[in-house]
């Protein structure tokens, strides 16, 4: 867990995916579809801008995407990110 916002938070979560994804021989652009898991609706424009930047860089079709907003995260998180991928 990071110290900071939710754009710090985001960050950390895309960069620990994207680790994850690299362990398996795939990366961002293999991701189909995320969910996002916000603490606060709020926040969501914040983590957009974090969130493009891995997902949506210019001339790039993001993946599919759900954002919800849920009561509580582990250890009173902002937010969480969960993906599938598929190998091409």
Known sequence: MVGGGIREQTK???????????EADLDMANVVKTTVFLKNMADFAAMNEVYARYFAP?????????????????????VEI???AAQP
């Open 58 to 78: 210019e001339g790039v079709v993001p993946p599919a995407r759900s954002t919800v907003e849920v009561a509580r995260l582990p250890k009173d998180a902002l």
């Open 12 to 22: 950390r979560v895309l960069d620990n995916l994207a680790a994850v994804l690299e």
């Open 82 to 84: 969960e993906v599938i």
